[in-house]
């Protein structure tokens, strides 16, 4: 009895420390600016930004109204006919722009596990840049990513964020 208490202790110490060291790193104003070859939030996410497209290194994106988002159900991938309507008129605007690249951003809402939503988050990114190569636009322009529930566009707790958090949106990038 005295080792499972002694154990639950020092797991409990640990993750302390490691809440408390994973949060020196944090800092508030950053939002925009993307992960380039010098940024440590590049490394403080995993991402080996050596890796990332040549036009996103170090690049300051911006979201234009242009290109829409497009919303999801409830643990779903899955592109409902308002969200194929929307990419058919972001597929538009990205043919008449053959100069910039665009990085295509999974979300979801805040329910499930941190592992779970960032895998959700990718297959969402994933199948909106599949729907658009189909429709025409060049993979190598199109880059994606997924942040989870690490980014809500809405940071309440109800139906109508968790709605708008369970999203993909776009960031464009010059062609350089």
């Not at 729907?131 to 880059?143: K, M, Q």
């Amino acid at each position: 009895m005295k080792t499972f208490k002694a154990v639950k202790l020092l797991l409990l110490f640990m993750l302390i420390a490691i809440v408390a060291t994973g949060c020196r790193g944090c800092s508030k104003g950053k939002m925009g600016q993307m992960f380039g070859r010098n940024n440590p939030d590049a490394a403080g996410m995993g991402i080996d930004s050596s890796i990332l497209p040549e036009p996103i290194r170090g690049e300051t994106p911006m979201e234009i109204a242009e290109l829409g988002r497009v919303y999801y159900e409830f643990d779903s991938a899955s592109l409902l006919e308002p969200a194929k309507q929307q990419l058919q008129l972001n597929a538009q605007w990205m043919q008449s722009q053959p100069q910039v690249h665009i990085q295509v951003e999974g979300h979801c809402d805040e329910r499930g596990t941190s592992d779970y939503n960032y895998a959700l988050g990718q297959r969402r990114a994933d199948t909106v840049r599949n729907y658009l190569i189909n429709v025409g636009i060049d993979p190598a322009r199109l880059h994606t990513i997924s942040y989870g529930a690490d980014r809500p566009d809405d940071p309440e707790h109800n139906d109508t964020a968790w709605a708008r958090n369970r999203r993909v949106q776009f960031l464009v990038y010059s062609g350089r």
